[in-house]
């Protein structure tokens, strides 16, 4: 029995993972034409499209990217489609479905396995091997996104990846004496002493809108300790440990929180804590850049999430973000350029600067900006030294990036409100992350 919604695009990813379907070619294309479009390489010149998956957030920096790509290669124009991230899932199921797919689009890891199981991705690995990024991509997050496609093969060219990170305001906490908060028990004590609500001052803000379930994955699985997502064929988010942080973390809500932060997305909930006297927020590197603006490098630290009091430290993965190119593309050869350009040491040490992400670029992430920059050189050293235990999301589930989005945010919600329990939440959660797995094990033998 189903027990997901969106049965339509359910059936579709079975069908296309059962291999009835050829790995090349369903998408529908840009011009209308239905299943079965393969696309062409085309000329190399012309016009092609991108989507970018973080619209808004990174536009002006992609706007520089293309005004480059455009000088150097004059025979291709760019259109350039701004899409906020929590609607490029629905843009991208909405366009497989009926047409008007992009030659490139931003394919993080998440959403990856959703969308090449309707064989809507061109695979990269041998574009890659006779380009200029054979051999200067970073091995980890090619081996990461590979893994995510759940075909063994490469559907995404890497860019960045991002980390967890827990900012917080050091001339509140030295005006309060207390120390960094760099593990969770010192994390929730210095969100007790920092909050005074009749002053409209809160130790923390929490997130619960679009988003909140990684930030809330990533709180349960650091506070319990476990080390894998799965215990045999059944996962472990619904483990008394997790269980337990769970609770813990979401009492924090409206206690030591805003109570405006049961709706908050990122952009929200970063804007809320650069503008207001909240000592603490969790994001990852992509806000650091804003709180900069915001507050200069004198009144924040970005560390990486807290460890246990024994100095255990355990983080789920974040999702590398990437570049993928779409099989109904009618001018591929021009599609390749612009990914090749826009992975490229220049460009990528250029976009990741702006975000303050971890670049993709092994060229790149040698520049002397990536350590200035104090969040994403700890993060770098957290994701790459060996120093904690990630716990690796399922992003190989055609249906991790719903079940973990839009399906269950409105469930945690819930939790935050006080009308449903942490274990319900979890079992919920559980049931579905089960049952998703049983059918890719079926057909992935």
Known sequence: MTIFPGGRRRAALALALSGVLALTA???GDDGSGAGDKGTEGS?????TFWDNNGGV?????????ADFEKANPEIDVEYVGIASKEVQSKYDTAIQGGGLPDVGGVGAAMLA???AQNALEPLDARIEASSLKGKLNTAMVTSVTAAGGQDKLFTVPTSASNGVLYYRTDLFKAAGLPAPTTWSKFYAAAEKLTDTDKNRFGYTIRGGAGSIAQALDAMYGQSGITSFW?????TVNDPKNVAALEKY???FKRTTPAADVNNDFTKMVAQWDSGQIGMLNHNLGSYQDHVKALGTDKFRGIPNPTLDDGTRVQVSNPVDGLGMFSTSKNKAAAWKFIEFAASHASN????????AIPANTDAAKDPWLQESEPTKLGAEVLFSGEATIVELPYYLPDWNSISKAENESGFQKVLLGTTTAKAFLDH?????NAAQAEWQQQNP
């Open 44 to 48: 190399g010149k012309g016009k092609i």
């Open 26 to 28: 369903t998408a529908c």
């Open 429 to 433: 959660l559980a049931e579905q992350l």
């Open 231 to 235: 215990n045999g064929e059944k996962t």
């Open 58 to 66: 990174r536009t002006d920096v992609w706007k520089e990217i293309i």
């Open 349 to 356: 040490s250029k976009w990741n600067k702006s975000a303050g």
């Open 114 to 116: 959703g969308i090449a």
């Open 250 to 252: 979401a009492g924090l």
